[in-house]
């Protein structure tokens, strides 16, 4: 048995965040309803990356939405909301991620919903929490990595802000929905009463951020500042980036240069030996780094310093990865199966309970495909 296994989510959610909140659920047992707006349906329908569509919705779409159930319904229309209201009392969760003040026009705001279900655990994420300048800004992924400061991390002195390559901020905010609704389920389970979770993805991404920001409001409130090549993290003094190799690549993580440089068999130069300039003098480090790397291969160095206990890693490309045993051995993918019969290859849910690891072959649903059966079920 799944841990969530008859819990009942209703989830108002589109595009990212809230629905991959829905997709954990979903993966530990719960019974998952995305309530859509007819013809359209979730915006994140036609959301897509390369252009890539399956049953004319979005490849993104199916990531986020495998094993879940669709209830078309038209939220102004008085019919259909005292259908959802129905839906609600017998709810455990509901999720939105409507912009402030567009549930209370509809009726379906957190004071409302818990008047009629007490017990119900009511989510909501926005962009930029619920008051202040940016409330009606769009909540978009790179905005909000441009805004938080997360944009001056990555890349080199001289790049400019450099976004994430991927919707890290949708990814994180996701992760603490599914922590803060997870929290409060098992707080009803004491009290018999459910409550109001709340995140925003510029407050998760800041959270993300809690290591460097407290440097930062530690040192003078400096900028980050970044190597000036194969830099990979602004606040971290030497050996710590990447190095090109004869052949490739290497990744060296935290470690005293003068334990690196005994196992490199190199000695560090007088002025860079003192811990301060590791830091300080990163940059000229570095360069020495570079011109003793570049002589061997990746595997050559990593025999030589995995043999030594000293953290470092060859540089993968996808292709690399999904090819080794290291990947293979963790059983990390599953196969999802369309309404058509198509078959969609994707990443599987990450935690395994008690041993298991969970796998679920139902593919995202079309819209509006368990209305019916949804509305006989519970006698709407």
Not at 226 to 243: D, E, F, M, N, W
Not at 266 to 279: D, G, H, N, Q, V
Not at 359 to 370: I, S, T, V
Request: proline residues 4%; charged residues 25%; hydrophobic residues 35%.
């Amino acid at each position: 048995m799944k841990p969530l296994e008859g819990l009942l989510v209703l989830e108002f959610c589109q595009y990212l965040a809230g629905p991959s909140a829905g997709l954990k659920l979903a993966d530990l047992g719960a019974r998952v309803i995305k309530i859509e707006r007819p013809l359209k349906g979730d915006g994140g329908r036609q959301i897509a990356i390369k252009n890539l569509f399956i049953d004319n919705d979005s490849l993104v779409f199916h990531t986020m939405n495998r094993n879940k159930e669709s209830y078309a319904a038209n939220l102004k229309d008085p019919e259909d909301l005292k259908q959802i209201k129905k839906l609600l009392i017998v709810a455990d969760v509901m999720t939105h991620n409507f912009r402030p003040g567009v549930m209370e026009k509809i009726g379906l705001d957190y004071e409302t919903v818990k008047h009629m279900n007490p017990k119900i655990v009511y989510g909501v994420v926005t962009g930029y929490g619920n008051k202040g300048p940016w409330v009606a800004k769009p909540g978009q992924d790179l905005l909000i990595q441009s805004l938080s400061g997360l944009t001056y991390l990555s890349g080199n002195a001289d790049d400019g802000p450099v976004p994430m390559g991927l919707a890290a901020t949708d990814i994180l905010t996701g992760a603490h929905f599914t922590q803060g609704i997870l929290a409060t389920l098992v707080r009803r389970g004491k009290t018999q009463k459910g409550g109001l979770v709340e995140v925003s993805l510029l407050e998760s991404t800041l959270d993300f951020q809690f290591e460097v920001l407290t440097t930062h409001f530690s040192d003078g409130k400096k900028d980050p500042q970044r190597a000036k090549k194969g830099g990979a993290h602004a606040y971290l003094s030497a050996p710590y980036g990447v190095y090109k190799t004869k052949d490739n690549y290497i990744s060296v993580a935290m470690m005293p240069m003068s334990q690196l440089m005994e196992g490199l068999n190199s000695e560090l130069p007088s002025a860079y030996r003192s811990e301060t300039s590791w830091f300080d003098r990163r940059d000229e480090i570095m360069d020495i780094l570079r011109d003793i790397f570049i002589t061997k291969t990746t595997s050559e160095w990593l025999s030589v310093l995995e043999s030594k206990d000293l953290w470092c890693s060859d540089v993968f490309t996808y292709k690399d990865l999904i090819s080794h045993e290291g990947y293979k051995v963790l059983q990390m993918d599953q196969e999802v199966n369309t309404s058509k019969g198509e078959k969609i290859r994707t990443t599987r849910f990450p935690i395994r309970v008690d041993g298991e690891r969970y796998y679920n072959q139902k593919a995202a649903p079309k819209l509006g495909e368990d209305t019916e059966k949804i509305m006989k079920e519970f006698n709407l």
